[in-house]
């Protein structure tokens, strides 16, 4: 059974660089898009980031130009490289993947157990 496994989340100061990873374990048969999404204290989930299989991506406007998503297919992993982080960035952070296993007989959407990122101030 195919799940996602998150990790690479802490505390930092704004200004600073974080990476988060996430790893489709199980042995999956197929990986479509994978992403990042985050949820702030009171706020709803909100997507950050998501790329293709063969490596389109779109980003959340907040986040444009200082989050880079990429993917290793090889490893059915997702990577999330976060520059500049803002106080404003702080929330827990969920990996997102869909595609289909060898046991599963419908197609699955899947998230991780969310990372916690806090920038503080």
């Known amino acids: 059974q195919v799940q996602l496994v998150e990790s690479g989340g802490g505390l930092v100061q704004a200004g600073d660089s974080l990476r988060l990873s996430c790893v489709a374990s199980?042995?999956?048969?197929?990986?479509?898009?994978m992403g990042w999404y985050r949820q702030a204290p009171g706020n709803q989930r909100e997507l950050v980031a998501t790329?293709?299989?063969?490596?389109?991506?779109k980003y959340a406007d907040s986040v444009k130009g200082r989050f880079t998503i990429s993917r290793d297919n090889a490893k059915n992993t997702v990577y999330l490289q976060m520059n500049s982080l803002k106080p404003e960035d702080t929330a827990v952070y969920y990996c997102?993947?869909?595609?289909?296993?060898?046991?599963?007989?419908?197609?699955?959407?899947?998230w991780g157990q969310g990372t916690l990122v806090t920038v503080s101030s």
């Open positions: 997102n993947a869909e595609g289909e296993d060898y046991v599963t007989p419908w197609y699955l959407v899947l």
């Open positions: 790329i293709t299989s063969g490596g389109s991506t």
């Open positions: 199980g042995s999956p048969k197929r990986i479509d898009d």
